[in-house]
């Protein structure tokens, strides 16, 4: 077993090493050309329809609301990739992983935009009349590639039955650090709450994440900012870590090893698109439920995404722990409580862990939810509705086994299983782009000037 360990890490270490950069960056560098840098020229705009327009209501074809749709999407990735996963990559690649993060982020909004539009645009009712999408239908109905639809929605039924492993532990791990209870008791009690929620689909997953990412991304940001002002002298050099080590070497320092360019390459990479998921394929998933009159408006929320959930929270956590100097205290074997680190310089070892492990437990049942009903809908599109509720048991069985850190070697297959579901999605996405391109230009020259003629309505299809 341990051989087989070894020859999957070594695989996964290839996988994610050039190809994937080429194919994420790449690919968001192809696709931001192709709609003329519209994330960096149409900004403004993009916030004024999503931030601006935040809590308005909206009667058009869908399943719950713009906004809903975007925290149910932003439950996947605000997490362990935040918190966790941050000081993971300034661990194993210096500071200067989070320049390579934020260069993902702002490439990647342009990928996880076109995700976004394809996803609305190929979407479709199912049998409860629920608004479902995502990349298994539009690499089936956009491109015809019927093998590779039931490929990509394999691969991420499969792998979110590690995920769901993986989160569990985690914040199980670090509530048992902090107020002693079993891990057993904590994968129990998020099974049951994600249970009770699941079994309202789409439309109650929404109206929670709706209440409680809001709640809990403001209350870490609180956290952190309270931290930053503290030590608003370290700030600036900080940033400089972060610009300087992005290209240059970086030597040991206390429990920091050292790491090279390539590492903070690799793992800035890895860990922004574990951040933000631009590329993936999965939050096109829950956007496809939102009720929009047009595809690009939704696009503009899975920009506003990375803009959240990268460039201000995962930001957020980095500067917190280069301010504090958490990051050369923490071996990289204990890279996660970085956080609960830089936080106990401010509200002592005992509040720290408190207030880390309450939002954790908030997030990760967020993220669990709403990558349960992922996988439900993988289910659902290889073998309909009964094999999805199905399906449903198993993930919140592996929410348990997860917790108390069973069947770990299927946590090996994680990122592998992540590259299966990106290389079919990004490859996909790419061969469309010529349709996301029409849409934008659609929307700018034809929707945006409330003109007749725009070709895209409220379900997606292209009026003819």
């Known amino acids: 077993m341990e051989q087989f360990t070894e020859v999957i890490a070594k695989i996964t270490e290839i996988v994610w090493g050039l190809p994937m950069i080429i194919l994420l960056l790449g690919g968001g560098v192809f696709l931001t050309l192709k709609l003329g840098f519209f994330q960096f020229r149409y900004l403004p705009h993009i916030l004024s329809e999503t931030l601006g327009k935040m809590f308005k209501k909206s009667n058009h074809p869908g399943s719950v609301s713009p906004f809903q749709a975007t925290t149910s999407a932003l439950a996947a990735t605000m997490g362990a990739a935040n918190i966790v996963g941050v000081p993971v990559?300034?661990?194993?690649?210096?500071?200067?992983?989070?320049?390579?993060?934020?260069?993902?982020?702002?490439?990647?909004?342009?990928?996880?935009?076109?995700?976004?539009?394809?996803?609305?645009?190929?979407?479709?009712?199912?049998?409860?009349n629920e608004y479902v999408g995502g990349p298994m239908y539009y690499i089936q109905k956009g491109l015809g590639w019927k093998k590779v639809a039931y490929f990509f929605a394999f691969a991420l039924m499969l792998e979110i039955i590690a995920s769901t492993m993986v989160q569990a532990n985690s914040v199980a791990e670090t509530i048992n650090g902090s107020f002693g209870v079993s891990p057993l008791w904590t994968g129990l009690a998020i099974m049951l709450l994600v249970g009770m929620v699941i079994i309202g689909g789409i439309k109650l997953i929404g109206k929670v994440t709706g209440k409680l990412i809001p709640v809990m991304i403001l209350a870490y940001i609180a956290g952190v900012l309270t931290i930053l002002v503290i030590n608003i002298s370290e700030v600036p050099q900080a940033f400089l870590l972060i610009f300087e080590y992005a290209f240059q070497p970086?030597?040991?320092?206390?429990?920091?090893?050292?790491?090279?360019?390539?590492?903070?390459?690799?793992?800035?990479?890895?860990?922004?698109?574990?951040?933000?998921?631009?590329?993936?394929?999965?939050?096109?998933?829950?956007?496809?439920?939102?009720?929009?009159?047009?595809?690009?408006?939704?696009?503009?929320?899975?920009?506003?995404?990375?803009?959240?959930?990268?460039?201000?929270?995962?930001?957020?956590?980095?500067?917190?722990?280069?301010?504090?100097?958490?990051?050369?205290?923490?071996g990289p074997d204990s890279a996660a409580d970085m956080v609960p680190t830089a936080f106990a310089t401010i509200f002592g070892s005992s509040l720290a862990g408190s207030i880390i492990s309450l939002i954790l437990f908030f997030f990760v049942i967020t993220t669990v939810l709403i990558i349960?009903?992922?996988?439900?809908?993988?289910?659902?599109?290889?073998?309909?509705?009964?094999?999805?509720?199905?399906?449903?048991?198993?993930?919140?069985?592996?929410?348990?086994?997860?917790?108390?850190?069973?069947?770990k070697f299927i946590w090996q297959f994680l990122d592998l299983l992540l590259a299966m579901i990106v290389i079919p999605n990004m490859i996909a996405v790419v061969f469309l782009s010529k349709q996301v391109k029409s849409i934008t230009d659609d929307y700018f020259k034809n929707y945006l000037h409330g003109e007749s003629e725009s070709k895209y309505r409220g379900n997606g299809e292209h009026q003819e």
């Open 89 to 128: 990559a300034i661990a194993l690649g210096g500071p200067g992983a989070i320049f390579w993060m934020w260069i993902v982020a702002l490439i990647g909004m342009a990928t996880k935009y076109s995700e976004v539009v394809l996803g609305i645009r190929y979407r479709e009712t199912n049998e409860k």
């Open 372 to 407: 349960v009903y992922y996988g439900e809908k993988q289910a659902e599109f290889l073998f309909g509705r009964k094999f999805s509720l199905f399906m449903r048991y198993v993930y919140l069985v592996a929410i348990v086994l997860g917790a108390i850190g069973g069947l």
């Open 250 to 330: 970086i030597s040991a320092a206390g429990g920091f090893l050292g790491a090279g360019v390539a590492a903070a390459i690799r793992w800035g990479l890895a860990r922004g698109l574990y951040s933000n998921e631009a590329g993936m394929g999965t939050a096109p998933i829950a956007h496809s439920a939102a009720r929009n009159d047009h595809p690009a408006r939704q696009g503009f929320w899975g920009v506003f995404e990375v803009i959240m959930d990268t460039l201000v929270v995962c930001t957020m956590t980095a500067m917190a722990v280069l301010t504090t100097g958490a990051w050369k205290e923490v």
